[in-house]
């Protein structure tokens, strides 16, 4: 489903298109940065918090 999203987030960007993947990239980074620091602070020698991690993002 990823690839699907990406490829209709860069329809408008068709023209330029290195541009455009290296936008939607930079603002998946964006948006996925901070849920990955949370999880990493949240890790304290357990394997709850990066499951509640993967879980949390996969929805």
Same mark, same amino acid.
């Given at each position: 489903?990823s690839?699907?999203m990406n490829?209709l987030?860069? @329809? #408008? +960007?068709?023209?330029?298109?290195?541009v455009?993947a290296?936008v939607?990239a $930079?603002?998946?980074?964006l @948006? #996925? +940065?901070?849920?990955?620091?949370?999880?990493a602070r949240?890790?304290?020698? $357990?394997?709850?918090?990066p499951v509640a991690g993967f879980?949390?993002?996969?929805?």
């Amino acid at each position: 489903m990823s690839g699907s999203m990406n490829a209709l987030a860069m @329809v #408008s +960007l068709g023209y330029i298109a290195g541009v455009g993947a290296a936008v939607v990239a $930079s603002i998946s980074l964006l @948006v #996925s +940065l901070p849920s990955g620091i949370a999880t990493a602070r949240l890790r304290a020698g $357990s394997v709850e918090p990066p499951v509640a991690g993967f879980a949390r993002c996969g929805l």
